[in-house]
Structures are given as structure tokens and as C-alpha cells.
């Protein structure tokens, strides 16, 4: 059973930047296909960004594209999300997750694993 723990959030102005963190373990990381999601209050989970079992390939939603970029380092079962000239409206809880079963797409439902979530706010 794959856990995952985020890390990173945190209070920024608008036009700075975060990194966010996933760590993995109880699973093999690097066979997974990993993905980024956020939640604002009232609101869908939304996709952001999936990478792929290599990294060599990426997706992004049309929101964060050229802003945001998700890379993983699979010695460390670890993916990232740097997020730069962020906006107020990239304020929500940020959650990584997993689609152990090589399941690929933008879906929540593709994601069988998923962290606790961290809390991002950008303030204008």
C-alpha cells in the first residue's frame, strides 16, 4: 500500500514561488504515474500536472502551463511541483497522488493513492 506525504505549502505573495513535495513509500515509486491536484473551499478537485513513470513526459492544465513544473526523482520516491509567479487564485490544498495501476488521464477516478494534502494561499 503506497503512502504519500506532501510538504511545502505555505503562505506566498503574489508572483512568488513554492515548491511542493510528495514523499512515497510502501510502494515501487517508480513504476507509478504521479499526478498534482488542487481543491479550493466549495469546489472540485481539480487536475495540475501528471508526469510519467520515467519523467519523460508531462501533462499540465492550461491554468498553470509555463508557471508550474512537476518533476519526480525516483531514487528519492519523491515528485515535486514548482510553482512559480503564482496568483490568488492558485490558492487552495494541493494534493499528490498516484495511479498505482498505470491508469493515465486527467480524472481523479485515474488516481488510486493520494497524500493528506497542503495547504497553499497566495495573497494579492
Known amino acids: 500500500q503506497v503512502q504519500l506525504v506532501e510538504s511545502g505549502g505555505g503562505l506566498v505573495k503574489a508572483g512568488g514561488s513554492l515548491r511542493l513535495s510528495c514523499a512515497a513509500s510502501?510502494?515501487?515509486?517508480?513504476?507509478?504515474?504521479m499526478g498534482w491536484f488542487r481543491q479550493a473551499p466549495g469546489k472540485e478537485r481539480d487536475f495540475v500536472a501528471a508526469?510519467?513513470?520515467?519523467?519523460?513526459?508531462?501533462d499540465y492544465a492550461d491554468s498553470v502551463k509555463g508557471r508550474f513544473t512537476i518533476s519526480r526523482d525516483n531514487a528519492k520516491n519523491t515528485v515535486y511541483l514548482q510553482m512559480n509567479s503564482l496568483k490568488p487564485e492558485d490558492t487552495a490544498v494541493y494534493y499528490c497522488?498516484?495511479?498505482?495501476?498505470?491508469?493515465?488521464?486527467?480524472?481523479?477516478?485515474?488516481?488510486?493513492?493520494w497524500g493528506q494534502g497542503t495547504q497553499v494561499t497566495v495573497s494579492s
Open positions: 497522488a498516484a495511479s498505482t495501476r498505470g491508469v493515465t488521464g486527467r480524472a481523479v477516478f485515474a488516481y488510486d493513492a
Open positions: 508526469i510519467s513513470w520515467s519523467g519523460g513526459s508531462t
Open positions: 510502501g510502494g515501487t515509486f517508480s513504476s507509478y504515474i
